[in-house]
């Protein structure tokens, strides 16, 4: 089965001062049986200690937890990439499907504990499951449209909530037009995030929002012969915009965000 099919086994050992040391194994399978189709599966053991910004960041709104216990989780996933190359005007066509599960035991989260603060914290008991999908188009030789979609179900067991600071559903939709043999690229992005809970138990969430982004990028040495006649391997302009819709955007620790820039290059 050369070339068709791949066992991957792997372990790892962590060691870290103050919270000791644990092995860690995980094994892979991928399977081709088909130029166009690819199958993947993953079984593994993930262990993560607090970072130092989780255990000791002390700032009047956002706190570290020096008493934090490490994460400890067992996942599974599970999915499938198609692969087509049709010719004609449709010169490619691709789709990842994925699906995934999480045991995971003192998971590590920043959620708001009062109106002031925001704090790392433990929860003891949780698990995370859900779908990825994401594919491309690419249609004659100057356009290609690409997206994404994320749909997570998480609970805490002991309250039968969602997760703090993380989205049940997330969506990314990107439009690339290269006219004048390529040299100019056209960017337009789609970013689109739920709501986000901020607090173990409910009672706070961030709002939905989508915002979009555009660039514009021109290789102004391939235009009127200027590379040859000024002596020039590249010339570029660039026009990047994020958030063109200055929309009031907070992360998932409540924090607000950058609205509309502008930036040349």
Same mark, same amino acid.
């Given at each position: 089965?050369?070339?068709? %099919? ?34 993947? =599966?993953?079984?593994? /053991? ?15 709104? %956002? ?5 934090? /216990? ?10 499938? /990439? ?25 998971? $590590? ?10 704090? =790392?914290?433990?929860?003891?008991? =949780?698990?995370?499951? *859900? !779908? ?10 100057? +356009? ?6 994320? @749909?997570?179900?998480?609970? !805490? #067991? ?28 056209? !960017?337009?992005?789609? @970013? @689109?995030? *739920?709501? $986000?809970?901020? /607090?173990? *138990?409910?009672?706070?969430?961030? *709002? ?12 102004? @040495? ?6 040859? #006649? ?21 992360? =998932? ?8 820039? +502008?930036?040349?290059?």
């Amino acid at each position: 089965f050369q070339d068709r %099919l791949a066992l991957v086994p792997a372990l790892r050992f962590d060691d870290t001062q103050g919270f000791g040391g644990e092995w860690i194994p995980r094994i892979g399978l991928v399977a081709a049986p088909w130029s166009w189709l690819t199958l993947r =599966a993953n079984a593994e /053991r993930s262990y993560r200690v607090p970072n130092f910004d989780e255990l000791y960041t002390d700032q009047r709104t %956002l706190r570290g937890n020096p008493a934090l /216990r490490p994460e400890d989780a067992d996942n599974l996933d599970a999915g499938l /990439r198609l692969s087509f190359a049709p010719g004609g005007l449709l010169r490619r066509a691709s789709l990842e499907a994925a699906w995934f599960y999480n045991k995971i035991d003192n998971t $590590i989260v920043f959620q708001t504990v009062n109106p002031q603060v925001v704090m =790392a914290t433990n929860i003891p008991d =949780a698990r995370v499951q *859900g !779908v990825e999908m994401s594919g491309r188009l690419d249609i004659a030789p100057w +356009v290609a449209f690409s997206g994404s979609w994320t @749909h997570l179900d998480s609970e !805490v #067991r002991r309250t039968g909530d969602p997760l703090p600071g993380r989205p049940q559903d997330e969506y990314d939709l990107r439009l690339e037009l290269a006219p004048f043999d390529a040299r100019a690229k056209l !960017v337009g992005e789609l @970013h @689109h995030t *739920g709501d $986000i809970p901020a /607090r173990e *138990g409910g009672g706070i969430l961030i *709002g939905e929002r989508t915002t979009f982004d555009a660039s514009l990028t021109v290789e102004l @040495h391939r235009f009127f012969g200027l590379g040859e #006649r000024l002596g020039l391997r590249g010339l570029l302009l660039s026009v990047v915009g994020t958030n063109v819709t200055d929309r009031a955007v907070r992360d =998932a620790l409540f924090f607000p965000q950058p609205g509309r820039i +502008v930036t040349f290059r």
